[in-house]
């Protein structure tokens, strides 16, 4: 006969409180290309966003976007991410985890402008993400077209209508070239080491000769 009381601890009082992302097991300090995590230079573009270049370090190292976000300093929440712009997110520290040069990732930033110069949301060139590039540019709400395709910037999905946050944290990290919301994808496949280089010189001096302009002119 079973007792009718147990002496085995109640089951299913505690909340229910699943992680929304997996929990981090690879100490953030270790990751560096000691360990075989690498970071080719040749990989960047003119320009390119911080988003844009953890999105390729993500796809070369087989790393998920809830361990990329934690490069961004022990200060700062990964869910919560930050605005990637200059004077928010430590240069320092990124170029040591990531060996990217500290020149690239201060291009790839904000620069210190008022809010309403940028947008505050991730807006982006369908053919550029298409081929996984995302430009500091982009961003700027001085600009409504691509400087390299002449194409509108968009930021919505074209799927659900979702605007993501131009926040550096989990959500867009884990959404590489794709929506955050529903998954759709921005354009195409995004980049993978192994592609040959897409932008074209012209693509090039279009992009440098605007940032030149918007920032030095
Ligand atoms: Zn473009
Ligand atoms: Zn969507």
Not at 17 to 26: D, S
């Amino acid at each position: 006969m079973r007792p009718v009381a147990s002496s085995s601890p109640p089951r299913n009082t505690a909340p229910l409180r699943a992680p929304r992302f997996p929990i981090l097991t690879v100490d953030e300090r270790k990751l560096t290309p000691a360990l075989g995590y690498v970071f080719n230079r040749k990989w960047l573009d003119p320009c390119e966003s911080l988003v844009s270049i953890l999105w390729k370090f993500e796809r070369a190292n087989a790393l998920p976007g809830h361990v990329v976000a934690r490069l961004l300093g022990p200060d700062i929440d990964p869910y919560e991410g930050v605005v990637p712009q200059l004077g928010i997110v430590d240069v320092d520290r990124l170029h040591e985890s990531l060996r990217v040069p500290a020149d690239a990732l201060r291009a790839a930033l904000l620069p210190a402008i008022p809010r309403r110069r940028y947008s505050g949301v991730f807006r982006f060139c369908r053919r550029c993400v298409a081929h996984g590039y995302h430009s500091v540019l982009h961003q700027m709400e001085s600009n409504a077209l691509c400087p390299a395709h002449g194409r509108a910037l968009v930021s919505a999905c074209e799927t659900c209508g979702y605007e993501a946050p131009y926040r550096v944290n989990v959500r867009l990290l884990e959404a590489t070239y794709h929506c955050a919301y529903c998954g759709a994808s921005y354009g195409g496949q995004g980049w993978t080491p192994n592609r040959s280089p897409w932008m074209t010189a012209e693509y090039r001096r279009a992009f440098t000769r605007q940032y030149f302009q918007r920032y030095f002119g």
